[in-house]
């Protein structure tokens, strides 16, 4: 029964309902159903049935049209749909070793049909666009079609309108395609330029690392039609995250940088003004370029920086497209295509992969589709297949989304080029990701300097002996006919000239460039200095922004109806904005955004739960409590040129935060923020912290302001709910990379998120938020300090004078709060309450200025963390002028205790401490 569980699960309803379209258009629904649906035609008029389920007809009955026939009709049938589901499994995908018997159940004995059938004519042939044919004809077209360079792997569509698409550009364009001489000399010329650049440095700089392409070539010529092909179907702009095998020649084949330029990384002289800061290695750097296509058009071409970690770039890519389909194609997503090129073991391996392809159709992350291209080395550094992967193929992550994947032998460059265009066509048609895996081989070890013998003897015995691509495609046209074998040899000729040119170290003319609007708004910003955090900026707003903002936050439209709670918390944010004039922590978080919408930015702001926020304090958007209308109150901001856009995400932590990583690189003029349903939840996204949040400044030259806003705080929720871990963040603090902030105040919260926007460079900001301060009465802050003023790095105690003070406590967050109830309870003016809101860039000059004030006061540094993580360590780095104390829990393996009692006594004696 395994082969017919789909209707054992289906609703009978749905299948009945599929039933009256088919009866209504065949062709409307799916080609399964289609078939069932003749079947059980066919059974209804030759075999009825009685109301006591006995057939009005014996089985040996002959059926009208000759039942031998018909049934023989319906395993035709059977056949042809087995070869479009399992065939691929069969094709002759690999250049250098026989594929595995994969058991495709193909074989005519299981389909009831036998030799003596193959000459025998069919109607099914028709199915295939051949018309009635005989069983050898059908066979031999499947063959053609399923069982050549390409497998094509797309059966499990679940769409009719795209599995219909799939099936016919299949079977009609396999038939049909024929390259025609300018495409075969276009795919000649790229191999040629592939090839040359790889022994250009394979003679120039024997053994250095460069991560060849040798023996996946045909990438060159691949990528080059997709652009091609995609500036023909309306595309502007794309954009490739890559790693590092092949980023070279795509550098220099496809976006035109010159070998002189690559012959100065190699040289380690690259022009100190195009790396500053620390640089990275020559296969990391990114790149962008203006392409004329075949039409005359320009089409942008970027490949996006990126670390040795594989695949993260990934989401980066998706978001940079995305800030970019947003702002510079009105959301037109067809006019910038994401290309992602793949490893086999990384995009099988890497659990990033699931979580980009899980985005990749969800409202606030989708691109309009990419384009996976892996180059399949068939080996994953020095790990074959077998142990690299549980799955069949390295790609089988698509099937979770529908879809489609074209595995194409990597030394037929024709059969790729038509694999690219054809997923190229896909995406503009549909909007969706297809994938095109290219079975090659690596010529070297991981890089060239490796020994891959070691590990695969037998399989680089072969591959020692194999042609490379551009040798093989030379051989193929000499051997299909004159036209061809002319063009081979003018081509040889000039692939010889062109290698001994580059050899010559002849000179290149670098492609013009063009900077596109949003790259001249980056353009206008500069580096930071120093002196730019000696003090912030104003950023107060007009009464007159704060009034519309109240006015969007309190109204909604008529007949929307909101659940009690909701309503009453209107009442109180109207009563907060008109009548109090006291903001609380969503009022001021929410007034930040809408004034940035104000003066005309983008705001973002995508995490778990943060529409509503995972405290229940943020409201951004409503809910009708009949229809579940959803109702953004910032997108009816009186003014504001952009929409709200917030986004509850998948519960992923690095895709997300890579893709917003990634928004934030495309557009200086957007606050992008990326909220953790609890700060220690960014654990998962730790290699976007490490490889590009806080460095891409210095390693890529490559300004970014995303902020990070982080759940932290110590209220007995037990060890995964306590700590945002802000010694990770801090560690990472040198150079003025970032800004880490624990803030205590909402005016300050709304202060920090505008100077975000304000400062003419920009910062990523990591901020610790809170949790219980987002209700505490205490947190508060008037209208009159958003009107004026700028961020405050540190905050002194206003309510004890200098002269009194004998222990003057540094803190930062709420604990303060907790340290303020102790000191008004015990009315104790002997001890200063100072709040360092910001930890990094370390406010120096600030703290000075408060502490220099307390003559002989002894000096604290109270946290509530444990003494290894939390703040200290940076102090003590940071803050050296200063011989401080430390109050703080005791070192822990464990950021929290999970016990309740426990934490209580644990505050309790920090608290004590402070004011012994």
């Known amino acids: 029964m395994d082969n017919y569980t789909y209707l054992s699960n289906a609703d009978p309803k749905a299948i009945e309902s599929l039933y009256e379209q088919y009866k209504n258009d065949p062709s409307s629904v799916d080609e399964g159903w289609r078939k069932f649906f003749e079947g059980f035609l066919f059974a209804q008029e030759d075999y009825p049935l009685l109301p006591n389920g006995k057939s009005t007809a014996t089985a040996s009955a002959p059926s009208k049209g000759g039942g031998n026939l018909s049934e023989k009709e319906v395993e035709v049938q059977k056949l042809i749909h087995a070869y479009r589901s399992r065939a691929h499994l069969r094709s002759h995908t690999n250049p250098v070793r026989e594929r595995r018997d994969r058991h495709p159940i193909l074989d005519l004995q299981y389909f009831n049909l036998s030799e003596s059938d193959l000459d025998t004519e069919f109607q099914a042939g028709e ?29 499990y569509v679940r769409n009719p309108e795209k599995l219909n698409w799939l099936r016919q550009r299949i079977e009609k364009d396999a038939l049909d395609f024929n390259p025609s001489k300018d495409q075969r000399k276009r795919i000649l010329s790229k191999l040629n330029e ?5 022994n250009f440095l394979h003679t120039k700089y024997l053994g250095q690392k460069r991560f060849s392409l040798e023996g996946g070539e045909t990438t060159i010529p691949a990528l080059d039609a997709i652009i091609n ?33 690559i012959f100065n990384e190699f040289e380690g002289g690259a022009t100190p003004d195009l790396t500053m800061g620390d640089g990275d290695v020559k296969y990391h750097l990114g790149f962008s370029s203006q392409i004329k296509t075949h039409n005359g058009k320009d089409v942008e071409v970027k490949l996006a920086p990126n670390p040795s970690h594989l695949e993260a770039v990934n989401p980066v890519v998706e978001g940079f497209v995305r800030a970019k389909g947003d702002e510079e194609y009105d959301r037109d997503r067809s006019k910038i295509l994401p290309i992602l090129i793949h490893g086999d073991a990384a995009v099988a391996g890497q659990g990033i992969m699931y979580e980009v392809v899980q985005m990749s159709q969800l409202e606030g992350y989708k691109t309009g589709g990419t384009i996976h291209f892996v180059i399949n080395n068939q080996v994953g550094f020095t790990t074959d297949f077998d142990d690299a992967r549980s799955a069949i193929y390295c790609t089988d992550v698509a099937k979770m989304i529908d879809a489609p994947v074209l595995h194409v032998n990597g030394d037929d460059p024709e059969a790729v080029v038509f694999c690219v265009q054809f997923a190229t066509e896909y995406r503009q048609k549909f909007g969706d990701d297809i994938f095109v895996d290219m079975v090659c081989y690596r010529r070297h070890g991981h890089n060239e ?20 691509p551009r040798e093989v495609y030379n051989k193929f046209l000499i051997e299909k006919g004159e036209v061809e074998a002319a063009l081979a040899k003018s081509m040889d000729k000039e692939f010889r000239a062109l290698l001994q040119d580059r050899l010559n170290l002849v000179k290149q003319k670098p492609l013009p460039y063009v900077y596109q609007p949003l790259e001249e708004e980056w353009r206008t910003l500069r580096r930071s200095k120093p002196e730019d955090f000696d003090k912030s900026p104003e950023t107060g707003v007009s009464q007159e922004t704060i009034d519309k903002v109240a006015e969007a936050l309190t109204n909604i439209p008529k007949g929307f109806k909101p659940i009690k709670q909701i309503e009453k918390q209107l009442k109180q944010r109207k009563d907060m904005f008109f009548k109090d004039k006291q903001l609380n922590w969503a009022g001021g978080e929410l007034l930040a955004y809408g004034s940035l919408l104000l003066d005309g930015k983008m705001v973002r702001l995508s995490g778990q739960d943060v529409q509503r926020g995972t405290f229940s304090h943020r409201h951004a958007v409503l809910r009708d409590a009949n229809t579940n209308e959803a109702y953004n109150s910032l997108n009816h901001l009186e003014g504001a040129k952009y929409n709200f856009e917030i986004y509850n995400s998948l519960l992923s932590e690095f895709g997300v935060m890579g893709f917003e990583f990634g928004y934030a690189m495309a557009n200086p003029n957007a606050l992008t923020i990326w909220e953790a349903q609890f700060g220690d939840f960014a654990n998962g996204a730790q290699v976007m912290v490490d490889q590009f949040l806080s460095c891409s400044e210095t390693k890529w030259q490559r300004m970014n302001g995303l902020v990070l806003l982080l759940p932290h705080g110590y209220e007995g929720q037990g060890p995964e709910h306590s700590n945002a871990r802000p010694e990770r963040y801090l560690q990472l603090c040198a150079e003025y990379n970032m800004v880490v902030t624990n803030i205590s105040t909402p005016a300050n919260l709304f202060h920090a998120l505008r100077r975000q926007l304000t400062w003419d460079f920009r910062k990523p900001l990591v901020n610790m938020s809170p949790k219980s301060l987002l209700r505490h009465p205490r947190v508060v802050s008037d209208v009159s300090e958003f009107t004026t003023g700028s961020f405050q790095e540190v905050i002194a105690d206003a309510t004890v004078k200098a002269k009194d003070v004998k222990k003057a406590v540094l803190c930062t967050g709420k604990v303060y709060y907790d340290l303020l109830e102790r000191q008004e309870k015990e ?18 000059a600030q703290v000075d200025a408060i502490l220099d004030q307390y003559k002989g006061a002894e000096m604290v540094w109270l946290q509530e963390e444990p003494e290894n993580m939390g703040y200290w360590s940076f102090i003590e780095r940071a803050y050296k002028e200063r011989d401080l104390t430390l109050i703080s829990r005791k070192a822990s393996a464990s950021p929290a205790t999970g016990y309740a009692k426990v934490h209580n006594q644990e505050q309790e004696e920090i608290i004590n401490k402070a004011f012994a």
Request: aromatic share 8%; charged share 30%.
């Open 229 to 261: 092909k995609g500036s023909e179907l309306g595309v502007e702009e794309v954009m490739i995250g890559m790693a590092h095998r092949g980023r070279l020649n795509v550098l220099a084949n496809i976006m035109g940088k010159t070998y002189e330029q």
């Open 194 to 198: 592939a090839v040359v650049f790889e």
């Open 827 to 844: 009315k104790r003016k002997d001890v200063a309450l100072i709040r360092v809101e910001q930890l990094h860039p370390f406010p120096k």
């Open 127 to 155: 199915e295939l666009g051949i018309g009635k044919a005989s069983l050898r004809k059908i066979i031999e077209t499947l063959k053609y079609i399923y069982e050549g360079a390409v497998g094509f792997e797309y059966m």
């Open 449 to 468: 300097s490796d020994e891959p013998k070691f590990t695969q003897p037998s399989l680089y015995n072969k591959i020692s002996k194999h042609p490379n």
